[in-house]
């Protein structure tokens, strides 16, 4: 009988040992390993977090990209576009728009006055400004359609200033243009 009575000891020896052994394992190496799966999956969600915060940076320099890439191209198309004759023919198309425009709505051009030709932007920038001040005298509406029609006529300016009010003559319309020319070809006047 101490045969089996020995053999149930070792059983029992055995199995403490491997509870002992489940134990440890179940406290010192589960949390472990718990905690290593915790820490790789925070890692993976803050990768996947950067990735998409690095995706979406990368979209937004792209449309910056774009957005200059198409101001450029608008920019050399209007430079392309730019009348390349003296400030005097700039002043006389002007001129010559500006009246027609003027007689065809009803309006009275008053104090037509051009300034001298100065460059604009950055040294060895060949673009050159004129501005035209003037008065224009009527009704509103004659005034809306007036300063519609000019800028669609194709003229290369930019409405620097603009004051509408009301006079005895009607409505008094006190603008300055600042019209826009490629100086690169030579003045006529230098040449003379």
């Known amino acids: 009988m101490s045969s089996p009575l020995r053999?149930?000891?070792?059983?029992?020896?055995?199995?403490?040992l491997g509870l002992a052994l489940g134990l440890g394992v179940a406290l010192f190496?589960?949390?472990?390993?718990?905690?290593?799966?915790?820490?790789?999956?925070?890692?993976?969600?803050?990768?996947?977090?950067n990735r998409n915060q690095q995706v979406q940076q990368l979209q937004e320099?792209?449309?910056?990209?774009?957005?200059?890439?198409?101001?450029?191209?608008?920019?050399?198309?209007l430079e392309a576009r730019l009348p390349r004759g003296s400030a005097g023919e700039l002043q006389w198309n002007l001129s010559k728009t500006l009246h027609?425009?003027?007689?065809?709505?009803?309006?009275?051009?008053?104090?037509v006055k051009y300034g001298l030709p100065s460059r604009e932007g950055a040294r060895g920038?060949?673009?050159?400004?004129?501005?035209?001040?003037?008065?224009?005298?009527?009704?509103?509406?004659?005034?809306?359609a007036f300063m519609l029609e000019l800028e669609s006529s194709g003229l290369p300016f930019a409405v620097r200033d603009g004051r509408l009010e009301?006079?005895?003559?009607?409505?008094?319309?006190?603008?300055?243009?600042?019209?826009?020319?490629?100086?690169?070809?030579?003045?006529?006047e230098e040449e003379a």
């Open 29 to 49: 190496l589960l949390p472990d390993a718990s905690q290593q799966l915790a820490q790789k999956r925070k890692a993976k969600r803050e990768a996947e977090l």
């Open 61 to 77: 320099l792209q449309q910056l990209a774009d957005r200059l890439r198409r101001g450029q191209e608008t920019l050399e198309n």
């Open 125 to 144: 920038s060949d673009l050159e400004a004129v501005d035209v001040q003037f008065v224009a005298l009527g009704i509103y509406a004659s005034h809306k």
């Open 166 to 188: 009301e006079s005895p003559e009607g409505a008094r319309l006190d603008i300055v243009l600042r019209a826009f020319r490629k100086a690169g070809a030579p003045d006529r």
């Open 7 to 16: 053999a149930s000891r070792l059983r029992l020896a055995l199995g403490v």
């Open 100 to 111: 027609e425009l003027a007689k065809k709505h009803g309006l009275r051009l008053q104090n």
